[in-house]
C-alpha cells in the first residue's frame, strides 16, 4: 500500500467533508487496504459514481449500473441521451459497452501522484468538481430509467 497515496485520498476527504451542498460524501475507509478507488453513493438505486487514481498515471471518475444484470439495458438507455449528455460535458467522456467495463461512462486526467504533490489540491478539485457534475448530470436519467 502505497503511504503519498493514502494520504491523498485522506485530503480529499477532507475538500469534501468542507464542501457545503455536495453529493459527494467523504469515503469512511480513506486507509482502507485498496489504495486505487473508491466509489461514492448510488444516486439511484440504479446507478453509481466513483473515483480511481490508477498506477498507470490516469485519473478517473466514472458512471457504473449497479445491478449488474442490467447494466447493457442501462448503457443502452443512457446512450439515446448521448448527445445531450456529451454536450454536458463538451464531449470528454469515454463511452464504454458493459461487455469492455464495468464503468460504463468515464471521464479521465493525466495525473502524477508520487511525485507531483504540488497540484494534489488540483487533482482533487477536480475529482470533486466532476464528481458533482457527474450527479448533477445523470441524477435525472437515472430517475428517468428507474421509472420506466
Do not use: C
Not at 463538451?90 to 493525466?110: A, C, F, N, Y
Not at 482533487?124 to 464528481?131: A, D, F, K, S, T
Amino acid at each position: 500500500m502505497n503511504e503519498a497515496r493514502q494520504q491523498f485520498w485522506r485530503e480529499l476527504n477532507e475538500r469534501i467533508r468542507e464542501r457545503e451542498d455536495t453529493p459527494l460524501r467523504a469515503m469512511e475507509r480513506a486507509d482502507a487496504e485498496n489504495d486505487n478507488w473508491r466509489k461514492q453513493p448510488t444516486m439511484a438505486s440504479s446507478l453509481g459514481v466513483g473515483f480511481n487514481v490508477r498506477l498507470d498515471g490516469q485519473m478517473l471518475v466514472y458512471l457504473i449500473p449497479r445491478d449488474r444484470e442490467k447494466r447493457e439495458e442501462m448503457f443502452d438507455f443512457l446512450r439515446d441521451f448521448k448527445s445531450e449528455i456529451d454536450a454536458e460535458f463538451d464531449g470528454r467522456l469515454e463511452w464504454r459497452p458493459p461487455d469492455q467495463s464495468t464503468k460504463i461512462i468515464v471521464r479521465r486526467k493525466d495525473v502524477d501522484i508520487g511525485s507531483n504533490r504540488a497540484r494534489w489540491s488540483e487533482y482533487q478539485n477536480w475529482l470533486i468538481e466532476n464528481g458533482e457534475q457527474f450527479f448533477t448530470v445523470f441524477r435525472p436519467y437515472a430517475r428517468r430509467y428507474g421509472s420506466h
